[in-house]
């Protein structure tokens, strides 16, 4: 059997500083294929850096397994990984050239000079950096010195590309454009890749899988589609695009689906995400208590006030014109504000500042969590 | 069926993991063990076990000479006296230099005379003001005063004062130019008065320099060694000099170990508050900053011309007396008779030349060993965690802060009984050097790594190099101007400090600065003169060899523009 490209087994890291505990990761299991590229995505402290160091091994995890290729590297010390890294501030050795720089894994790996020599000029060809082997890194703007960086790690070939947040020093612009060259790059190369960033659209266009990280721990792993359509928490819905979240009480709990009581209305009903928590018997949905409706901004259709079962009676708090949409902000007869951005076509009428409306959700978009 | 990975404990051991690291904390114990605790364990023992029971009877028995409680407060009052008369000077040092529009030649000139006395054996002063103002001292003749003895408090005072103002010059000049010149504006605008803005702004906002300065003279005062010897005779005792003559004229190691305890007291009280201070602002940034920036407001006209006054004053003084030295070793009999001769440096060229050779290499040897020491210490407390780190920073620096007099007698104590018997070798000689002033090496290298991000050794690391190989490539590349730095400290007081040496020379092994001393305890003033002008000499040529170096090895690393360690990993 082909063993996965890396493997994290319940790994868990515990900081102790001036007697204090951080739990920065908890139990995190992850596999990852051959050739894949996998975004760390979560917010500030959360312990995306942390997983990203252990995998290298700047790190060792207060427990779990780490397996790369179905060794087991838990304890390996960093240089024996074959890893790549791509540091945030590239970490490019300032007293060397270029050339230097790129060189230096091979010198360290003993390869002889001619090989050498030509392994380093193929890279930084590859990154668009022929002609810059003799400068040294602060002649370099920072894309180039992002780029000798990139070249510097996949000139030694590892079996493992590792980047924490490798664009978050370049200009907007660049980082649009950089994104591109590294996944087309990352796809040529077939190299396995794990990538740290807190950039969402980052993460979104890049990845084959994304995975969502919650204080120490993982919320939910799964393709770009699946993690924006299909969140599994509250937390990866909100963080993910916008979301409305609406807190309802579930007057009916069946297979699957709940119905719930709309806040000044009647009832709505919709699917229950979490399929692998049944809805009967489980602890996650029960009549009477409260759940977690999301609806994103553009799947909400803002009408006249009508009696209709299933709208939500609100009124408007403000709506603004931007072309293409009209931009509501709503609140519900419960207070909750609700943000919706309704595509405009000739003739149709906006609603203004306090004007009742009624809200029509798209159930085939809409989907309850549990809170 | 896998079973699920159990929390595995991932601690290992040190050996397995980090070899390297791992020999290099053992070798550093080791060397403390031997070169640190066991001297001042010694020494305690010495001074507080008569025949192995725990007793005050050393103590005592030193307290109850009338004449070692007057080296006491000897000691105190002259370390009070130069700590405030030092910072005075070098405040005013700094003012003229931070502050005041005075002609650059004229500021580079104020800068040069404050580093000779730093770099100048501790006798050079001493060895001045005798020439000057001693028995038959040109300066008396020449104003004709009569009945006025150099020697006592004044002299020592004096020559301490000399000696020690440029090290509060430099605390204190760092601190004022660090100072947001900004300030000055707003404290203006506001309506104050030069004055004011000096009274309200300058001086409150400098005081933690003052403060340092005092501390670091203090010490020094305390354990300086070398004037008193020349210019205290008996009419000023103070207590290095007194456990000196305890242990070298009447062999008495036991009241020689309890007046350096009563030595060791006051000069860790002083190394504390020192830390306490240091601690809480990391104001000691002596990075020589200069170039455009905003200009500090002018001082009032008349402290101005105040300032440029005392600094003529003691400029004109402080090339008098290298010049006196000078002088003084080509004339055949200091005032008695003046006519040219090279004699004295025929002598030292010929009688001196064992302890030229010994001084040099000793110097080297201590500079090689203790820079290497340094490096090691530096970069595993800076870059390690490990159990005991924070004891490893204090323990290194033991041998710095307490008083050369102190050491030098907890190592004839240690080293004079098997099994480590090394009294009269070459090997007490260096340890004692390296163990004292590798810190500033030390220090510097940490203050180098501190700079310098963490994330170059990984990408080092993590691009298959080992741990000594990323350590030889990229950390010491990077430090190495740092190290420089503090192998030219280390080897300056290799060649000039005296304190706790003086205890471990032997026939086999002499030094220059010894020379000196008996020389001038000989009253042969001139041949010390003559050896003070080839040891500066020597200090000076090492220096700018070593300068050299350091700027041949970097050239091929820091192109075009020097790179500033600031944009590292940039
Ligand atoms: N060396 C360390 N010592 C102590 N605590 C640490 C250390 N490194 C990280 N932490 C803590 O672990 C937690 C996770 O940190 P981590 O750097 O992995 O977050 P992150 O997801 O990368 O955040 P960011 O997006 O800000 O980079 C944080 O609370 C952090 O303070
Ligand atoms: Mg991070």
Redesign the pocket.
Known sequence: MKSSALELKQVS?T???DGQT????QSVDLTVEQGELVT?L????????????MVAGF?LPTAGEITIQGKDMTNMPVNKRGIGFVF?NYALFPHMSVYGNVAYGLKARGERTRDIGEKVRSALKLVGLANTENRYPNQLSGGEQQRVALARVIVMEPNLLLM??PLSNLDAKLRLHMRTEIRALQKKLGITCLY?T?DQSEALTMADRIVV?NK?RVEQVGTPFEIYSNPQSVFVADFIGQANIVELQIVLAEQETLTAQIPGGGTFKARALRPDHHVQGSELYRTGQSAALVIRPENILVQDPSSEDGTFPAHVRSSIYVGSHVEYELVLANGTAIKAMVPFSRGMHIYEQQEQVSLLFDATATAFLPL | MRIPALPKSTKRSLIKSDPVLYSAMVAVWLSFAVFIFLPLLSLLWTTFFVNGTFSFANIKKVWSAKYNVRALYGSLILATAVSVSGTLLGYIFALAVTRTTLPKPLKVLLGAVTILPLISPPFTSSISLTLALGPNGMLLKALGIKNFSIYGFIGIWISETLTYFPVAFMVISAILNTMAATLDDAALSLGASRWRMLRTVTIPLSLPGIGNSILLLFGASLADFATPLILGGHTFPVLPTEAYLLITGMFDLKGGAALSFLLLVPALVVFFLQRQLLGTKSFVSVTGKNGARTEFAQLPKTLVVAISAICTIMVVFIIYLYAIILWGSFVKVWSVNNTFTFEHYRYVFKHGRKAIGDTLLIAFLSTVIGSVLAVVIGYITQRKTFIGKRFMEFSSMLNYALPGTVVGIAYIIGFNRKPILLTGTLTILVAAYVFRYYATGIRSVVASLEQIDPALEEASLSLGAGTLRTFTHVTIPLIIPAVFAGMRYLFIHCMTAISATIFLVSVRWTLLTTRILESMTELQFSQASAFSIVLIVIVFAADAIMHRALGMITANFHRPQEASYEIIGA
């Not at chain 1, 951080?22 to 990761?25: D, G, I, L, R, Y």
């Not at chain 1, 979560?42 to 997983?51: A, I, L």
Request: aromatic residues 6%.
């Open positions: 890291k900081f102790t500083k951080v739990n920065a990761v760390f979560g917010p500030s402290g959360c312990g995306k850096t942390t997983t990203l160091r790190e945030q924490d947040e740290v807190h990280m120490g």
